[in-house]
């Protein structure tokens, strides 16, 4: 959690949409728990902002685990330990369940205009060479790491060039967030 905060909290627009998100929880509709979440997620960003000295996120973890059971799991009366990427993931959707409830009309997801990226997927059929391609909006790459790869190069071209003995797919990311966005987290 902590580095996912200190790299949100990094993203200022991500930090202009949760401060004027509204904090009035009486609107019709509201997932409530999604909206705790997001003031909580408002409230340590502007510590963070505001202090020098350590922060303690204990409500924004205590909505984490209302949201998402998982994060309450319990082994041994010890909290099970979660990665980043479920709480990067979790917090974004949050982010848009609370936004796309708080619109009076439809409006684009503000999490997929920051943080999107446009793939472009063609798959092919060893058989008969037929294909298609497909166009998809992710908010997160997800690019798993196996023995052998030292290069981010590497793990990009096995995350985008995938198949088995029936279908090759090969994607290209076409679109990227902003530029100070891409790499913030790396």
């Given at each position: 959690?902590?580095?996912?905060?200190?790299?949100m909290n990094r993203v200022p627009e991500l930090k202009a949409a949760l401060t004027s998100?509204?904090?009035?929880?009486?609107r019709d509709g509201i997932d409530v728990m999604s909206h705790n979440l997001s003031v909580?997620?408002?409230?340590?960003?502007?510590?963070?902002?505001?202090?020098?000295?350590?922060?303690?996120?204990?409500?924004?973890?205590?909505?984490?685990?209302?949201?998402?059971?998982?994060?309450?799991?319990?082994?041994?009366?010890?909290?099970?330990?979660?990665?980043?990427?479920?709480?990067?993931?979790?917090?974004l959707n949050a982010f848009s369940e609370a936004f796309a409830s708080e619109a009076s009309?439809?409006?684009?997801?503000?999490?997929?205009?920051?943080?999107?990226?446009?793939?472009?997927?063609?798959?092919?059929?060893?058989?008969?060479?037929?294909?298609?391609?497909?166009?998809?909006?992710?908010?997160?790459?997800?690019?798993?790491?196996?023995?052998?790869?030292?290069?981010?190069?590497?793990?990009?071209?096995?995350?985008?060039?995938?198949?088995?003995?029936?279908?090759?797919?090969?994607?290209?990311?076409?679109?990227?967030?902003?530029?100070?966005?891409?790499?913030?987290?790396?």
């Open positions: 959690m902590n580095s996912t905060i200190q790299c998100y509204s904090h009035n929880a009486k909580a997620a408002n409230h340590i960003f502007s510590e963070l902002d505001k202090n020098t000295e350590a922060v303690s996120p204990s409500k924004l973890l205590e909505m984490m685990r209302a949201k998402y059971p998982t994060f309450a799991e319990q082994e041994n009366n010890v909290y099970r330990q979660q990665d980043a990427e479920e709480c990067w993931s979790g917090l009309e439809p409006t684009t997801d503000q999490m997929k205009e920051i943080f999107g990226i446009e793939l472009v997927s063609r798959s092919k059929c060893a058989e008969n060479g037929a294909g298609r391609l497909k166009t998809q909006s992710v908010k997160l790459l997800r690019c798993p790491i196996t023995d052998g790869m030292n290069h981010l190069d590497e793990v990009l071209e096995h995350t985008l060039r995938t198949g088995d003995s029936m279908y090759e797919k090969d994607s290209e990311i076409n679109e990227l967030p902003r530029q100070d966005i891409q790499f913030l987290c790396s």
